[in-house]
């Protein structure tokens, strides 16, 4: 069965960085996306960044464009998230995800597969 397992959150000033790792294990075959998605309280759950396995394409929301900045290596089966100049608005509980599904990368229904979560703590 597959599984997603994030690590490297934390607090960190504005204007710090931080990067996000997630392990994947269990996959018969690769996924089509992997994605970072984050969920702060009282918001619903969006999209980050996506990545395709295969090619390399790379798809990121408008308000993290520029900043964050997603990679994968296929032959460990970890995905990254790099975090800069993040913003007290960046504070979330951000997962790893996966799905076969090509489209729309940024909808979280159409992911099956879903890490525990972790911690990102934005304040001075």
């Known amino acids: 069965q597959a599984q997603l397992v994030e690590s490297g959150g934390g607090s960190v000033q504005p204007g710090g960085s931080l990067r996000l790792s997630c392990a994947a294990s269990?996959?018969?075959?690769?996924?089509?996306?992997m994605a970072w998605f984050r969920q702060a309280p009282g918001k619903q759950r969006e999209g980050v960044a996506a990545i395709t396995t295969f090619g390399g394409n790379t798809y990121y929301a408008a308000s993290v464009k520029g900043r964050f900045t997603i990679s994968r290596d296929n032959a460990k089966n970890t995905l990254s998230l790099q975090m800069s100049s993040l913003q007290p608005d960046d504070t979330a509980v951000y997962y790893c995800a996966s799905t076969f599904k090509a489209g729309a990368w940024s909808t979280p229904e159409n992911y099956p597969n879903w890490g525990q979560g972790t911690q990102v703590t934005v304040s001075s």
């Open positions: 269990g996959y018969t075959y690769k996924p089509y996306f």
